[in-house]
């Protein structure tokens, strides 16, 4: 194994250590909210996507990164702006109360 | 300057890995979600910005229009979603991210291949897993929302030898794996991996559907961002890998959660296909002997009177709540419940719906104080003292044979205890059994009289027939 593929390993483990610890205790009301806020985050395969989509000369390499991009981008804009859109809901409703 | 810049492009991951830890913190509270889904949203502009300094990023005209593309409509489908759809809107977003992982990576090995190199061992290993992980993401989403949609049947499909089927397939990756190590530069055996993990992704979701949908969609959830990691890995990028392992361990928590709301492990809901065919345990004596019973049903107006007269109600909403739309309509009701001095709270099972906390988003969408939605545990040692439980659109979680029928299917499922209120009442739309196939013995017992009905037609009858009192 070479050294990146290591690294990224240990990365990784720590990374999900960290998730558990922090989302681990998450009242019912926000389960939605939660899935789809954390699912604009997994929009960040948009960070590979420009690094593949980035080559000047067109290529199927290319072409595939700028399909990835489009589809990244709706995840994570949509997915961010939809959360805010029912978290805004449960606000509205605290401020009535 | 030039040596500087892949520094600062390393730090600006590491500050938007920061913010998207404390956002998903922060979105695990009631009073911070909101800035905590803000912080995310900032995190992943600053990792955007960034990469595009990187120096092998120079295509800008084509990735701006890809970006606004995706902006677009990214910010349509965010609008125009009806809260009752979020289960579709979810899972659709999920399969774009699997899509778009499982694609870097396809990219990344035509680019490699393409320059005439052949991949390192551990590049090859991290791009065949990359393409299972997006491609199983990527179909198995698209065919959950389509069921959700209802674009095709939602109830479980199986067919002959369907797990003898799955394992074959699982066995052709592995061999098409192994070959693709062997002989890092060929294409065909790429294309089969490819091909492969699409037609898992579709194989596992086909059997699983109807109630057990928050199970799956947490899980595909945590694959999108395990796929994420895995591209992470294939690009050695520090923060694809950090939040892609973040979202894999909430979508994991989260499947968890909902698994142990329904008292089954993992893999009985994953490869069970629950509910595909009428139990054999619960048919058999229990039919029978409810065909002796009676069901009472009454008309709305009774109904309205028995809600009116009540000191504490108790709604429990199901998925046939969702499906009529009829959040509204119920939280108008419980406006004019509370007018005639009837308290009124609402009783959440944590799998209502078709994914975990949909109850939660429709009443509050109602604008349903939260203060007044209660959790299972919270609930049932409140029944007793219940003078009428509405149940609305919900079937399995209010089955008492989960408490003692040891052989029906859900036996042992956590319930929401409503046989314990004084009266009941359940709208349904006929009698046809829940989810598990399973006949519910509540719409039984003396105590429970049935308003047989769309949701949203009885409780405006019902709100009408309040108001009259």
Redesign the interface.
Same mark, same amino acid.
């Given at each position: 194994m070479t050294e990146a593929l290591i690294a990224g390993i240990i990365v990784f483990v720590l990374a999900t250590f960290i998730g558990v610890e922090v989302i681990n205790k998450i009242p019912p009301t926000l389960h939605t909210p939660l899935m789809s806020g954390s699912n604009a985050i997994s929009g960040i395969s948009l960070v590979g996507a420009l690094l593949v989509a980035g080559d000047r000369n067109w290529s199927l390499s290319v072409i595939l990164g700028l399909i990835a991009v489009i589809l990244s981008t709706i995840n994570v804009v949509g997915g961010f702006l939809v959360t805010d859109r029912m978290l805004q809901m449960f606000k509205k409703k605290e401020v009535k109360a | 300057m030039n040596e500087l810049i892949p520094s600062a492009i390393q730090i600006s991951y590491l500050v938007a890995?920061s913010l998207? *830890?404390i +956002?998903?913190?922060q979105?695990?509270?009631?009073a911070t &979600?909101?800035r905590?889904?803000?912080l +995310?949203?900032v995190?992943?502009l600053i990792? @955007?910005v960034a990469?595009?300094l990187?120096r092998?990023?120079?295509?800008y005209e #084509?990735?701006l229009v890809?970006?606004l593309?995706?902006?677009g409509?990214?910010?349509i #489908?965010?609008?125009k979603?009806e809260?009752t759809a #979020?289960p579709q #809107?979810?899972g659709l977003?999920?399969g774009?991210?699997g899509?778009?992982?499982a694609?870097?990576a396809?990219?990344?090995f035509?680019?490699v291949i393409?320059a005439g190199a052949v991949p390192?061992l551990?590049e090859t290993i $991290?791009i065949i897993l990359s393409v299972l992980i997006g491609g199983v993401t990527l179909t198995g989403s698209l065919l959950a929302f389509a069921k959700l949609q209802e674009l095709v049947p939602g109830a479980p499909i199986t067919f002959p030898l369907q797990q003898p089927v799955n394992l074959l397939l699982l066995l052709s990756f592995l061999a098409c794996g192994g070959y693709l190590i062997a002989n890092p530069s060929s294409q065909a055996a790429f294309l089969g991996l490819t091909a492969l993990s699409l037609v898992l992704g579709l194989l596992f979701v086909l059997p699983i559907g109807g109630a057990d949908t928050p199970v799956v @969609?947490?899980l595909l959830?945590s694959f999108?961002?395990l796929?994420?990691?895995a591209?992470?890995?294939?690009?050695?990028?520090?923060?694809? *890998?950090?939040?892609? &392992?973040?979202?894999? &361990?909430?979508?994991?928590?989260?499947t968890e959660?909902m698994c142990r709301a329904m008292n089954r492990t993992l893999a009985n809901v994953l490869f069970s296909a629950f509910g595909s065919k009428p139990s054999v345990g619960a048919g058999g004596s229990d039919t029978r002997t409810n065909q002796d019973k009676v069901v009472r049903s009454i008309d709305a107006d009774e109904g309205a009177m028995m809600l009116g007269y009540a000191k504490l109600v108790v709604i429990v909403p199901g998925y046939g709540m969702a499906v009529a739309q009829a959040q509204h309509s119920v939280r108008e009701l419980a406006d004019q419940l509370e007018r005639l001095g009837v308290e009124v709270k609402y009783a *959440?099972h944590?799998v209502a719906g078709r994914?975990?906390?949909?109850m939660?988003?429709l009443l509050?969408?109602a604008?349903?104080?939260? $203060?007044q939605?209660y959790?299972m545990d919270d609930i049932n040692p409140e029944f007793e003292r219940v003078d009428v439980a509405l149940v609305i659109g919900a079937n399995d979680v209010v089955n008492p044979a989960a408490r003692h029928n040891t052989s029906s299917p859900i036996y042992g499922m956590p319930i929401l205890e409503v046989d314990r209120a004084s009266h009941t009442i359940v709208i349904k739309r006929g009698m046809s059994a829940g989810f598990s196939g399973v006949e519910n013995e509540l719409f039984y017992e003396d105590k429970t009289v049935m308003l047989f009905g769309s949701a949203r037609d009885m409780v405006t009858k019902l709100i009408a027939g309040v108001k009259e009192l």
């Open positions: - | 890995a998207f *830890i +956002g998903l913190k979105l695990g509270s009631p &979600a909101r905590g889904n803000l +995310g949203a995190g992943m990792a @955007i990469t595009l990187d092998s990023v120079l295509n #084509m990735i890809g970006i593309i995706g902006s409509l990214g910010a #489908m965010a609008q979603v809260m #979020m #809107m979810v977003l999920n774009f991210g899509a778009a992982s694609l870097v396809v990219g990344e035509w680019k393409h390192p551990d $991290t @969609i947490s959830n999108s961002g796929a994420a990691s591209a992470g890995f294939v690009l050695a990028n520090n923060i694809l *890998i950090i939040a892609g &392992a973040l979202v894999g &361990a909430s979508g994991i928590i989260l959660i *959440i944590p994914m975990p906390g949909h939660n988003v509050a969408e604008n349903v104080p939260y $203060t939605l959790d």
